[in-house]
């Protein structure tokens, strides 16, 4: 359900894509990705949200946001913060909800359709709110992992669900631990906590 005169903007929960593409088993190629929403719509902007810890020499998923940033896309970060719990294991805690929430209401006004990367049920009432304003939203997470990665309010409120492993063909590649090294855009998002 999509327009090639529509103006289109992409939102990117990336621990939340991450999760849904690693329990369907295999990686996102951005590059790729990218390029399929191009072909779909006008695209505006393809924003991609992420914590880093910043106390790391070395973060796992630089790289990754580095590639992201020279390769076309908005990149949203914000410090992660450790901590330990109550059973004494390390966690780390980068919610990014606000942030992709004020930029879709923001950018509301100049889209047509957003396309939404995640499957955290919280974005409900911003979907309701974006519908509101006449846009219309999809949703790109999946119901076929166990448990399934996307809140049923969620899919229920979206104009349009995407299957993520229905784009396996178009946007995935084998998980790392199966391929050599090379290739764009290598998915190294770290999960990290949403409380």
């Known amino acids: 359900m999509f327009y090639k005169d529509e103006r289109l903007a992409l939102f990117i929960d990336g621990s939340n894509l991450y999760a849904a593409a690693k329990a369907l088993g295999f990686d996102i190629d951005y590059k790729l990705l990218r390029q399929e929403f191009v072909r779909r719509g006008k695209m505006l902007r393809a924003f991609y949200y992420t914590a880093l810890l910043e106390n790391d020499d070395y973060s796992p998923i630089r790289p990754l946001v580095d590639w992201l940033h020279y390769n076309g896309f908005t990149m949203v970060t914000k410090p992660a913060k450790e901590y330990t719990d109550s059973q004494g294991r390390r966690k780390v805690k980068g919610n ?15 889209v047509d359709h957003i396309v939404l990367f995640s499957g955290d049920g919280d974005f409900r009432p911003l979907v309701e709110s974006l519908q509101r304003q006449g846009v219309r939203v999809s949703v ?26 229905d784009l396996r063909e ?16 290598r998915n190294l998002e770290v999960a990290s906590s949403n409380s």
Request: zero cysteines; hydrophobic letters at 35%; proline letters at 9%.
């Open 140 to 165: 790109v997470s999946t119901i076929r992992s166990q448990p399934p990665m996307i809140a049923d309010e969620l899919r229920r409120q979206a104009d349009n669900f995407i299957e993520l492993d």
């Open 96 to 110: 990014m909800d606000i942030e992709l929430t004020v930029d879709a209401m923001e950018l509301a006004p100049r």
């Open 170 to 185: 178009t946007i995935g590649r084998p998980p790392r631990d199966q391929q050599g090294t090379g290739g764009s855009g």
